[in-house]
């Protein structure tokens, strides 16, 4: 078997899963209970997609994981953090994932969250010909369960 063959179609995308090196270990109670006994904490890897449409030349972004910076995040998240959190690691911005990949952020045309959460949304900034899209009713539950956080 060679692999899948599609026919010619301008509604292809290809999809590529990115590893956006963003790593948390969290406390379990906070997810699942009752908590089994060994395994009181979960770890996490965090991943956001890129999506290619050929045809077009558009490339999208579906999240950019944690932020590098998390520590520059709001004080209700930093608290959160040290409620649930027991480790945080980032190595590198998905920016510095994809370069190193080669491919540079000004060829993003779009990101788009699936929910407007901190390990979801990384740092817009870092994509200046982005626009961002997200759905509407995911981003207001978000914005109730996380005040103060910052609108772009």
């Given at each position: 078997?060679?692999g ?5 179609s ?28 060994g395994?009181?904490?979960?770890s996490?890897p965090?991943y956001?997609?890129?999506?290619d ?18 520590w520059n995040?709001?004080?209700?998240l930093?608290?959160?953090?040290s409620?649930?959190?027991?480790a ?6 998905v ?6 990949g080669?491919?540079?952020v000004?060829?993003i045309?779009?990101v ?7 390990d979801?949304?990384g740092?817009l900034e ?14 207001r539950?978000?914005?109730v369960?996380?005040?103060?956080f910052p609108?772009?």
């Amino acid at each position: 078997m060679t692999g899948i063959s599609a026919p010619p179609s301008d509604s292809i995308v290809r999809v590529r899963l990115i590893n956006t090196t963003g790593l948390m270990t969290v406390r379990a109670q906070g997810f699942i209970e009752p908590v089994q006994r060994g395994h009181e904490l979960l770890s996490f890897p965090t991943y956001a997609f890129l999506i290619d449409h050929e045809p077009s030349g558009k490339r999208v972004m579906f999240d950019l994981g944690i932020r590098k910076d998390y520590w520059n995040l709001p004080a209700v998240l930093q608290l959160r953090f040290s409620q649930v959190i027991v480790a945080l690691k980032v190595d590198e911005d998905v920016t510095e994932v994809l370069e190193s990949g080669g491919i540079g952020v000004d060829s993003i045309d779009s990101v788009i969250w699936s929910h407007y959460h901190w390990d979801h949304i990384g740092n817009l900034e870092l994509f200046p010909r982005a626009r961002r899209s997200t759905s509407g009713l995911a981003s207001r539950i978000s914005l109730v369960s996380y005040p103060g956080f910052p609108t772009y």
